[in-house]
């Protein structure tokens, strides 16, 4: 391989590698935003913030019953509503979680319709993707309903994943077609 190739082959990597970020305003979700916008900057990558939406699921914008014997459930969109309130979603998980959006790496922003976990699966598919999530301690009633996004990231994607916990330290998940990841304390600086 001559200089120029691998020069090219750089290039290349630089262009190919993301960071996949799931994009929620929990505090595991937003440890996982500060983590990937860390990582994304140290390694030079794309930084990939996903918010998905669905019926059935709760906070991803739409017609709510409001009164007090019915749950926060989606019951109807209008529009592009269910994107616009993912999309605000992102920009204020930003402002709590770095000030708000990077402007010194690269960022793209999705809001993809579908299950949280499947979604992120389904985007962090290239080589050189890293695929991080966050993560609550202990057991909340949303999980037992929804399930956890992060088991199902760890169990799924094809890509190294990286779970963050509400402190910051990330913790990588092993599993089949993984590469370890190495993440240490409170991840790059």
Sequence with gaps: MTVVDREVRLMEDAITRRVVVGVDDSSGGLSALRWAVR??????SQLVAVRSWALGLPRHGGRRHRRRRFSP????FAGNEQRAESAEIIRQAFQAAV?????????????????????????????GDLLVVGTEPGRSPKRLVHGSVSAYCAAHALCPVVVTPADGAAVPEP???????????????
């Excluded at 990582?39 to 030079?44: C, D, F, G, I, L």
């Excluded at 993984?178 to 600086?189: C, D, E, K, L």
């Design 99 to 127: 000030g708000g959006f990077p402007r010194d790496i690269p960022l793209v922003i999705k809001t993809p319709e579908g299950d949280p976990g499947a979604a992120l699966v389904d985007i962090a598919v290239a080589d």
């Design 39 to 44: 990582q994304a900057r140290v390694s030079t």
């Design 73 to 76: 459930v989606v019951l109807l």
């Design 175 to 189: 599993g089949p077609a993984r590469q370890p990841v190495t993440a240490q304390g409170r991840g790059p600086s």
